[in-house]
């Protein structure tokens, strides 16, 4: 049974689609939704914070959040990106305007790093060069060029939650790791 949780937030917009999983949490904490079905410009962003009288705003990347969302939607306490990045918000007028703006460092996550894994053995294996032959129906069974990881290089620059996972895949492939991280890294 799930528990239900008490918030200070009553209403929330939730736009680009997040992950159907945020539906139960926030019936967890029995935040009051409205979902668009389409990603909002600006002015069409205002006014549905408007009407909707939004404490929390639901975003993942596409979606812009600039100084006039703040000045025009008092409600707004809170912009919580179901996203890894945070570059999508102007952070200083939400700072300005009292907004806490939080992320989700962790929600796509592995799907990033698969993706960085899958195209690094696309890329190796030639994969876009040859669809693009094929689409052309040029059929050229021509092996050169064309690696399997084990036993090569891959370098990481950053070792945040997503460079170690793609470290570790990485590693587990056969490949050597090298990496460039501004930060102490534990070995």
């Known amino acids: 049974m799930a528990r239900i949780l008490m918030s200070p937030f009553e209403r929330g917009l939730v736009v680009e689609s997040p992950h159907p ?3 139960e949490a926030l019936a967890r904490y029995r935040i009051a939704t409205t979902w ?3 990603v909002p410009n600006t002015g069409a962003l205002i006014d549905a914070l408007r009407s ?3 404490h929390v ?3 993942r990347s596409r979606v812009t959040v600039p100084r006039e969302v ?6 707004l306490h809170v912009v919580a990106l179901c996203c890894i990045g945070d570059d999508s ?3 200083d007028a939400a700072a300005d305007h009292g907004v806490l703006v939080v992320n989700d460092p962790v929600s796509n996550a592995r799907s990033v790093v698969e993706m960085a894994i899958g195209h690094l053995i696309a890329l190796s294996r030639r994969f876009y060069d040859t669809n693009d032959a094929t689409h052309r129906h040029v059929w050229d069974k021509d092996h050169s060029h064309r690696y399997e990881v084990a ?3 891959v370098g990481i620059v950053g070792l945040g939650n997503i460079g170690r996972q793609v470290a570790r895949m990485a590693d587990q492939l056969g490949m050597t790791v090298q990496f460039f991280d501004s930060r102490p890294v534990a070995q």
Do not use: H, I, N, T
């Open 89 to 91: 918000v102007d952070k």
């Open 151 to 153: 036993g090569k290089v």
């Open 52 to 54: 909707s009288r939004a």
């Open 57 to 59: 705003l639901f975003k």
């Open 36 to 38: 668009l079905d389409r």
């Open 70 to 75: 703040f000045e025009a939607c008092p409600d």
């Open 21 to 23: 999983s945020l539906d």
